[in-house]
Nanobody
Framework: QVQLVESGGGLVQPGGSLRLSCAASGIVPSTYIMGWYRQPPGMQRELVAT???????NYADSVKGRFTIDRDNAKKTVSLQMTSLKLEDTAVYYC???????????WGQGTQVTVST
């Protein structure tokens, strides 16, 4: 059974940094595209970034140059380093794993990131 456990959310001032991590169990890393989504208050869930097994990455325009996604296949983890945080980055962040062969998806439980003065 696949399980994703997130950590690292919290409260930070504008311009600050946070690092999110997601640890997976029950997966074969080479078969999964790993990523992060977020859901701001009152809004729909949106893509933040993805990283393939080849380490090819994709970012939402709103986070390019500020966020960095990375993965450790041996540890079965994906991380999101967030810098220069803005008020509009406030959201619940979810890690997301998609099997590139079957398209089966798995979600983390979500972690709150609040950017506030």
């Amino acid at each position: 059974q696949v399980q994703l456990v997130e950590s690292g959310g919290g409260l930070v001032q504008p311009g600050g940094s946070l690092r999110l991590s997601c640890a997976a169990s029950g997966i074969v890393p080479s078969t999964y595209i790993m990523g992060w989504y977020r859901q701001p208050p009152g809004m729909q869930r949106e893509l933040v970034a993805t990283i393939a097994f080849t380490r090819a990455t994709n970012y939402a325009d709103s986070v390019k140059g500020r966020f960095t996604i990375d993965r450790d296949n041996a540890k079965k983890t994906v991380s999101l380093q967030m810098t220069s945080l803005k008020l509009e980055d406030t959201a619940v962040y979810y890690c997301h794993f998609r099997n590139r062969y079957t398209n089966v998806e798995h979600w983390g439980q979500g972690t709150q990131v609040t950017v506030s003065t």
